[in-house]
């Protein structure tokens, strides 16, 4: 059965040091999506892409995350400086380009920034 | 904007007795509700969607629009429900399936 694969499963970074995260969605979905999910939280949107283009980065906080899809396939998500605030699960999504189609889930990368 | 609350963060129930997972949602317009579940170790998945109007695995949930509520209900919980429950809307046709979760519920099904 296809997954969104994700790597690194779990990072350890220290506070003002650079972090990459990578995303490979399901074959075929156009839509990526990066959520952030904070301990005791629910998942919150930071970037939404159909195929290479940003369609929601409204809360992508761009002083220090960026985001890049540039073949329309699989993505990066980076932040540079890291903080500790940082420190969450980071979740990739994929789904078709229609509305309520189902957002199949990576299993996301644990960030711990000390 | 939207919202979504869940007001339980923890519910423990014993096996065979009904439960329900309370989901309120705040949104001007006619929003998509699901209810996504994340079993221990596992990744987060689709339960269901308000507008297939199925039950899966028991559960089932009705949208009351006049309550602005989605609740999960399931008549006779077993163990293996035990899960982290998200309610979740999707604002409008544009949005794709750009999810607003609410914050969960941890569902513990006692023996």
């Known amino acids: 059965e296809a997954e969104v694969a994700q790597s690194p499963r779990y990072k350890i970074t220290e506070k003002s040091q650079a972090v990459a995260f990578w995303c490979d969605p399901i074959s075929g979905h156009a839509t990526l999506y990066w959520y952030r999910q904070i301990l005791g939280q629910g998942p919150e949107l930071l970037v939404q892409f159909q195929d290479e283009s940003v369609v929601d980065d409204s809360q992508l906080p761009k002083d220090r995350f960026s985001a890049e899809r540039l073949k329309g396939v699989d993505s990066t998500l980076k932040i540079q400086p890291a903080e500790l605030g940082d420190s969450a699960m980071y979740l990739c999504?994929?789904?078709?380009?229609?509305?309520?189609?189902?957002?199949?889930f990576g299993q996301g990368t644990r960030l711990t920034v000390v | 904007a939207q919202r979504v609350t869940q007001p339980e963060k923890l519910l423990s129930v014993f096996k065979g007795a009904p439960v329900e997972l309370k989901c309120n949602y705040s949104?001007?317009?006619?929003?998509?509700l699901f209810w996504y579940v994340q079993y221990s170790r596992q990744r987060l998945q689709l339960l269901l969607r308000h507008i297939s109007r199925e039950s899966i695995k028991g559960f089932t949930a009705d949208l009351n629009k006049g309550e602005t509520s989605f609740h999960l209900k399931k008549p006779f919980a077993q163990e293996e429900d035990s899960a982290m429950y998200y309610c979740?809307?999707?604002?409008?046709?544009?949005?794709?399936?750009?999810?607003?979760f609410g914050e969960g519920t941890q569902l513990t099904v006692n023996p």
């Open positions: 979740a809307l999707v604002r409008n046709r544009a949005s794709g399936s750009r999810l607003t």
């Open positions: 949104y001007s317009g006619s929003p998509e």
């Open positions: 999504a994929s789904s078709l380009p229609v509305m309520n189609t189902e957002a199949f």
